[in-house]
């Protein structure tokens, strides 16, 4: 769904240009994927070098502010992720010592015959 008016302005003015090539964004380039209590989640798409971003953006008595993620996600994808559960340290740490077991390792250096 494309952002309303005011909500198009408000994220063009916390997220004016693509963060790869500088190129501004137009008015309706964002598109609003979830909204809750005054958040919303927009995914924006550079016209210019296909950079996407995933922008959190918050509007509250002190103003607005955004916090946004490059990615190479659609936002037909960033929504199939939006409700997942996060990943855990303990899941990062077991995949890091799998990737440098020397089990692993052979494995990746065997040859099949």
Not at 21 to 47: D, P, Q
Not at 87 to 107: A, G, I, P, Q, W
């Amino acid at each position: 769904m494309a952002l309303a008016n005011k909500k198009s302005a408000e994220v063009h003015g916390l997220i004016p240009c693509c963060p790869s090539c500088e190129t501004k964004y137009g008015i309706f380039s964002a598109k609003l994927l979830a909204e809750n209590n005054g958040m919303y989640l927009v995914h924006v798409n550079c016209k210019k070098c296909r950079t996407s971003i995933l922008a959190l953006v918050t509007n509250n008595q002190l103003g607005s502010s955004s916090f946004c993620l490059v990615t190479d996600l659609n936002s037909e994808e960033s929504l199939l992720l939006k409700d997942k559960t996060s990943v855990h340290l303990d899941e990062v740490l077991n995949l890091h010592e799998l990737l440098n077991s020397k089990k692993f390792l052979k494995t990746l250096t065997e040859e099949e015959i």
